[in-house]
T-cell receptor, first 115, second 114 residues
Framework: QKEVEQDPGPLSVPEGAIVSLNCTYS??????FMWYRQYSRKGPELLMY????GNKEDGRFTAQVDKSSKYISLFIRDSQPSDSATYLC???????????????FGQGTRLTINP | NAGVTQTPKFQVLKTGQSMTLQCAQD?????MSWYRQDPGMGLRLIHY???????DQGEVPNGYNVSRSTTEDFPLRLLSAAPSQTSVYFC?????????????FGPGTRLLVL
């Protein structure tokens, strides 16, 4: 079982729709939860990060973390064609006994917003 | 600031050839890392460095070498290219190892090994 599971999609929705992207994880030691956006043939770009359960908003984007269910979501309101990209979730854990951090990525969900 | 830069953007190699992927950052970040991205696999860590002169292995280090002689540069060397190394390679950096939640990625190098 992968530590982080993400539905690869593809997901296609009409412009203006609310989009929900999700990841589940198995390691309860994950501390930070990130969402990256990756346009075609570009590097991942950090959208948001959070470390606590609950919601964090940034404009049209809301990141939600439910540590009890080991589930995170990214909501996009009023979706635009420019939001078409692959969205990657990522989680950070402090490796016990080593003092090092490990970053684990989901597989990425390809999203298309249709005008 | 240019951020994280990578060269070349695209490279074709024959099996057995060697090459170096270049990565540089101008943000004075201590932590730098190399990932490979394959379909359905997400991003996997190859090697990382917590500062000049210090490197360590990640999840998939076999077939790759790194060195870190300066804070700015972190080249990735393929010793003897294999078709399994066909992938997109990303370099990333953050202020320190303890700030990976705000990691910046380069534009990537697409590598095809024939």
């Amino acid at each position: 079982q992968k530590e982080v599971e993400q539905d690869p999609g593809p997901l296609s929705v009409p412009e203006g729709a609310i989009v929900s992207l999700n990841c589940t994880y198995s390691n309860s030691a994950f501390q930070y939860f990130m969402w990256y956006r990756q346009y075609s043939r570009k590097g991942p770009e950090l959208l948001m990060y959070t470390y606590s359960s609950g919601n964090k908003e940034d404009g049209r984007f809301t990141a939600q973390v439910d540590k009890s269910s080991k589930y995170i979501s990214l909501f996009i309101r009023d979706s635009q064609p420019s939001d078409s990209a692959t969205y990657l979730c990522a989680m950070l854990v402090l490796t016990p006994g080593e003092g090092a951090q490990k970053l684990v990525f989901g597989q990425g969900t390809r999203l298309t917003i249709n005008p | 600031n240019a951020g994280v830069t990578q060269t070349p953007k695209f490279q074709v190699l024959k099996t057995g050839q060697s090459m170096t992927l270049q990565c540089a950052q101008d943000m004075n970040h201590e932590y730098m890392s190399w990932y490979r991205q394959d379909p359905g696999m997400g991003l996997r860590l190859i090697h990382y460095s917590v500062g000049a002169g210090i490197t360590d292995q990640g999840e998939v280090p076999n077939g790759y070498n790194v060195s870190r002689s300066t804070t700015e540069d972190f080249p990735l060397r393929l010793l003897s290219a294999a078709p399994s190394q066909t992938s997109v390679y990303f370099c990333a950096s953050s202020y320190s190892e303890g700030y990976q939640e705000t990691q910046y990625f380069g534009p990537g190098t697409r590598l095809l090994v024939l």
